[in-house]
């Protein structure tokens, strides 16, 4: 298949969590032949913020693990059905211009023969539904939603039988075990602090629990005011700054356990949707403990697979556990692998995808590669 996807921003992924997850699966898609084109708005508020902070050698790990990929820069105002043409397959993540959400969807009504898509991987439907309202979607084939609680919401708002659950996943290409293993000690914690969204929770769930079980902390991430920093000091927390995403594995590597903390929207209103770094996580091989959330689809085998624990007490106790205990850590590592290889890759992901899309197109199979090379 020829293959669009519209992005925010394939090279950055500066508080841009849809990077991790797209560059799996175009890598993946270009592996089983397929021609993909990525395009991204120029000026993107996440490359921009990569560039200011450190430079073009910020892009270095991204261009260095994903030698296949690349993207084109588009002005605003650029030949939107030229871009489409010829496509079998457009894609257009949420965070995008409401302006090119309806060009692209007006290409489609247009004429257009491919197949189009809405990819939804935010909180935005339940925390600013207007925001997600503001999209001009009836051009639209069909919604990809993150989780079945995003998904619910689309049916609600019409899109029944056409929206589809399109889980995050780790590419296992570049997210695997290291292949010796080193020396571990502490933990480690990737993740942006944000607008507040999980501020008493990484004290209660993250920070006071490392202190408390005795565990040195290392986190990295972006978007840190003062008073987080302040905060990272008083419980005596090395802060790393920014790690692009491409570099987690060898930081994972170094260490013995690392923590989920979901933001709240994903525990209140999204439940079943985990970030992708516990598949990430999961899928490098180290022991994970989870503060509070609901599994809701079954994606994991709780207590097996990583460790939940309900307050702060019972964190500190878990990672004090893991840190101890080379039994447990090889037995969740062994549990955790074994799910991610089973069903949570990127290569299964683009697996569901070319059956959505058979679906939609009333096949159950992708269009023979030599028929859409035109």
Known sequence: MRIVYFTHS???????????FLRGVLRDLIARGHDVRVLEPEGAWSLENLLADHGDAGLDAYRSAYPELSSRVVPKGFD?????????????????????????GEARRRGGRFTLLFHDTHHRAVSEPEAINAFDLSGYDGVLAFGE??????????????VFV???AADTRLFRPPAEEGPRAGAVWIGNWGDGERTEELERFLFAPARDAGL???????????????????????????????????????????????RRF????????????????????????????????????????????RNGAEMAH?????????GLRAELVRNGLETIRARH???????????????????EKEPALEESAR
């Not at 871009?83 to 060009?103: F, M, Q, R, S, Y």
């Not at 085998?301 to 624990?309: E, K």
């Not at 878990?318 to 080379?326: F, G, K, N, P, Q």
């Open 216 to 262: 040195p902390l290392e986190i990295y991430g972006v978007r840190y005011p003062a008073d987080a920093l302040a905060m990272l000091k008083r419980y005596g927390i090395a802060y790393r700054g920014w790690l692009p995403n491409a570099r987690a594995p060898e930081l994972f590597a170094r260490h013995r356990v690392t923590v989920h903390v979901p």
């Open 266 to 309: 994903y525990v209140d209103l999204l439940p079943g949707i985990p970030t992708i770094r516990v598949f990430e996580a999961l899928a490098c091989g180290i022991p994970l403990v989870s503060a509070p959330w609901s599994d809701a689809e079954g994606l994991f085998r709780t207590g097996r697979d990583f460790l939940f624990a």
């Open 166 to 168: 399109w889980h995050e």
């Open 149 to 162: 609680a995003l998904a619910a919401v689309y049916r609600r708002w019409g899109w029944e039988g056409r």
């Open 318 to 326: 878990h990672l004090r556990a893991v840190d101890r205990d080379e």
């Open 345 to 363: 890759t990127c290569a299964h992901r683009v697996t569901e995808l070319l059956s959505i899309v058979g679906s939609l197109r009333g096949d």
């Open 80 to 104: 939107v059905e030229a871009a489409c043409d010829g496509a079998d397959l457009v894609i257009v993540h949420e965070w995008n211009d409401p302006a090119l959400v309806a060009a692209v």
């Open 10 to 20: 394939l090279a950055s992924c500066w508080n841009h969590g849809n990077a991790h």
